[in-house]
């Protein structure tokens, strides 16, 4: 059951990746950041997460980049937001999308490498990497449903400007996600969850809703994007 | 109007603005001439009269005012500077010469009486009786003649191409013959034949003529300066009305974010044409593509194009 779960969990999250890279490739370079932001989720958590059977599941190092990649992916849809919302007050948007793509890959891979310099990674410490990944979702999730209210505020009669509410309903569900995860990881409530069992069971709940939600808000609000901005 | 028979053309449609006149006047005068110049412009007559090489008379007359002497010449100077004066040059007698000047500084007694009205035998016969030294000039839209008389009796015909004084009245007779023709009748006192001053000698024409060549360049200045004003607030109006229209245009496609855009892209091109407007399109286009979709920006440049152009080429 779990199994089913987690790749029905998989194949949304792999239709909204899919669906976030596409539209960060063909639409204007503001947009690329947020939209390779959303792709990352999927690189970084679902596939080593969500895919139980590819080969390497349990090398920690994949999993440790996983967490990591999933950090790098909320820090850049959240500089993304901000560019937007930036463009927003003064009307002004520079670079080129060449340079996001190129900068997230110089990210990544200087990440790898700290990591491969490093000792191996230890339970441990990719459980502390995880309550990182997770505490930087949780705060910035909270900080960005605030910046798009106010981008929504500044364009909201727009074209697009409701798809700025479906970003604030990606963000509810992310919080959910990220939240109870970081609940369970702080409180060890897989450890002690015979002690705390509705508690566990709320928190995973929301764990695997938040997730399942937020795959289908993000495939959602970027697929009604890419009907707008086409 | 001044009225004048032709003598015999030495140089004919001229443009005075092209010569130094001054210098040309100055050729006249050491090459002895007796004639006069004609400065015809569209409101303005002058005339200036050479007797063996002196300027011994300006006339200048515009709209109802007369100016003589140096004021004449300085007026002439300054019609021919400013261009649209046609000048031709006629050869006359000396006698001829004094007495188109006498006639010219004269008095008009009567004025473009028709000729078929008047009792001309009565109105020799006065003349003769007041003992009246002047001039009749019959006239038609085409040909003029005068008839100069001293103390009442005539001293002779000029008519167009005469170079002297004639004796014969076959072509005065004729002019009078002509269906409309009007005559003047026009008294000279002898004082008036006897000042023959040479305006040359006791005056600078270079000055005269520098003075007019600065006037003209500082209104030609002021005009450009006037006109360059009213482009500018032209410019300004246009700037305005488009920059009113594309943001019209731009928030019913893009709302209120798509005007604030049309603002800011617009304040980048210094000049509303067709090429910088293209760079506006570029850059709106780029900007809008941020909020809307290609479909809905397309249109919105489509709107934008055809109304800068009825606005750039209103015919």
Known sequence: MENQSTIILALFWLAAGGISFYFSLGNARVWTSIAVGFFLILIGEIIPGALPFLPGLQDPYILTMGHIIGTIAILVMSHGFQEYYVFTRTLECEGRKSSVYIMVAAVLLSSLIFLLINPPPTPEMRKVVRIVENTNWVFLSLINIDLIRKIYINIKDSPISNGFLGFIGVFVCIFLWKGSQLYIDVYNLDVIKDQYPIRYQISYFCNFSGSLLSSLSVGGTFLYLAKLLR | ??????????????????????????????????????????????????????????????????????????????????????????????????????????????????????????????????????????????????????????????????????????????????????????????????????????????????????????????????????????????????????????????????????????????????????????????SAKLVAGASRIEQMLDEMRRNARTLLNPR
């Open chain 2, 1 to 286: 109007m001044i009225l004048l028979p032709r003598g015999i053309p030495v140089k004919e449609k001229i443009d005075p603005g092209r010569i130094n006149l001054p210098d040309a006047l100055r050729k006249l005068r050491s090459g002895t001439f007796t004639g006069y110049l004609r400065f015809d412009a569209t409101q303005l007559t002058g005339i200036i009269i050479f007797e063996q090489g002196r300027l011994i008379s300006a006339l200048c007359e515009e709209k109802g005012s007369r100016l003589t002497a140096y004021d004449a010449i300085a007026r002439i100077f300054s019609a021919s500077l400013a261009g649209g004066t046609n000048l031709d040059l006629f050869r006359l007698s000396s006698d001829l010469a004094l007495s188109i000047h006498a006639l010219l500084h004269g008095h008009l007694l009567y004025s473009g009486q028709e000729i078929k009205l008047i009792d001309i035998k009565s109105l020799l016969a006065q003349m003769k009786e007041d003992k009246l030294s002047g001039c009749l000039r019959i006239y038609t839209q085409e040909h003029i003649a005068l008839i100069f008389y001293r103390a009442g009796d005539p001293l002779g015909f000029f008519h167009d191409g005469s170079t002297d004084l004639e004796t014969t009245a076959d072509t005065s007779l004729s002019v009078a013959r002509l269906p409309g023709a009007k005559i003047d009748v026009l008294s000279t006192t002898a004082d008036e034949e006897q000042i023959l001053v040479d305006l040359m000698e006791s005056a600078d024409i270079t000055k005269l003529w520098n003075s007019e060549v600065e006037k003209i360049a500082s209104l030609r200045l002021q005009n450009e300066e006037a006109e360059q004003r009213s482009q500018v607030s032209m410019e300004k109006e246009r700037r305005k009305k488009i920059l009113q229209i594309f943001g019209t245009v731009a928030e019913a496609q893009l709302g209120k974010i798509g005007a604030s855009l049309v603002e800011k892209e617009f304040e980048k091109i210094p000049v509303v044409d067709e090429e910088k407007l293209e760079l506006f399109y570029a850059s709106i286009a780029k």
